[in-house]
């Protein structure tokens, strides 16, 4: 046994003098067993082949974002069809009403990011964010997919990626909510893959003198972490073909779509997007183009500035394809891009973040300023290598106002009054009129559970005799 154990000391020993990472043991002394055994499975961890390349090319220096040589604007489905495309969007809702009530549609939330920019104490999606009842943000996707299956008769499963930081955390907080009213069979959780974070010169850092400092790898870790987790597999077995997926910071989002699922699968695509027109020229959101003939997505830090104000004839913004984390994929794709998971990679895009670490004396420094590079995948870099990608417009109103920042843009209090002015709406569409302030903003807030109606059509079929109404109040509606 112990010789067993200083072999694989010696092994790890020479992999880490190999790669120029011996600093990883040098507390080594200072250790118990049971810290040992936590570092060297750290180690183990991380992949020493892919490592030297990594370092070089991500780490020590950015290799430049390869721009494509011909970036045209991408062709998308528009928010509202026009008469040619009446016939096709109402052929789409049927099919994906009929794949939904076929249960061949599961949820996917990614929710295992740190959330550092909101800063709230716990897994993001336990964020209270709902204008009336403040109903956390993993309440809201609970029942929108709960109003789905009461809608259409289905009984759909919800995959949550989270992440080893935030497991434990996610799976209490949904046992102690009684799964928000879902049968905990139906929601199903995983943890993605984790990257360690690496000094400017490429060294590993350590956040404890036996732990590495790890971090998730990004959204588009969620493609490999469905294969290894053995979602994929689950999926098949129960007749999952697509995978409806959304990011854990948007209550605005149709979690469910027929119309999405619906036009993914009438028109054979492997991956398909939703987009909002931007704000201004440089939002800081992803754009998409078509970039030598592919669809795909630039990100605003990527895309060229006298593209970013490029102009149509008409005048209207040139590349105004704004992208929002909200995509359709096909099982068998995922599958297909994951079966050689050796082979298997998207591209790493580099940040510079404040990383506590172990310094080589065995102190802890907490940095003040970002010290460290963090590596992360993303998931929009699958679209050029899916087949027929589609693009789908909405309305930001309806569907787009993510909790990122503690204050300001994207922050609770904008997608609280988002959430808010989408309630009003759907009031006065089916007929009931909200009061309006001076401003224009709804006067008193509005909260209409999924649990009642998914959208403003259905709002008009439910909700069938005038609400009580009055200027200054709090109403919710389930
Ligand atoms: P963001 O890019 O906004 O990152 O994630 P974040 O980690 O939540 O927040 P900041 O940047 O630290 O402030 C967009 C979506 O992708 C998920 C997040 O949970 C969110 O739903 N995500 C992000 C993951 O699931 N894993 C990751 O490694 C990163």
Redesign the pocket.
Known sequence: MAAAGSDRLARIRKTLQEHGQEHLLAHWDTLNDEQRGALLADIEQVNFSALTQLVERNVRRQEPFPLPHDIQPVPFYPAQPGIDLVGKYADAIKRGTSLIRQNKVCGF???????????FDGP??AFPISPVKNKPLFQLFAEYIRGTNRRYGSDLTWYI???PQNDAQTKAFFAENGYFGMDPKRVRFFQ?GVMPAFSPEGKILLDQKHRIAF????????LLALRNSGALAEMAEAGVEYISY?????PLVKAIDPLFIGLHDLTGSQMSSKTIPKVDDLERVGNFVVGDGRTMVIEYSDLPDELAHARNEAGTRKFDAGSI?IHVLSRSFVEELTADASHFGLPWHR?IKKVPYVDASGRRVEPTSPNAVKL????FDAIPLARNPLVLQTSRAEEFS?V??ATGVDSAETSRRDMNRRAAAWLDGAGYDVPRKADGEPDGLFEISSLLALDAGHLREVMLSPPTIRAGQAHYWE
């Open positions: 939330t990614v929710a295992g990011g740190q959330g550092t920019r909101l800063g993001k999606g990626m989270t992440s993605q971090s998730p790898d990004g959204h588009g870790g969620s959304w990011q854990v910071d948007n984390g940040a992360e995948a993303f998931i993510p990122k920042n």
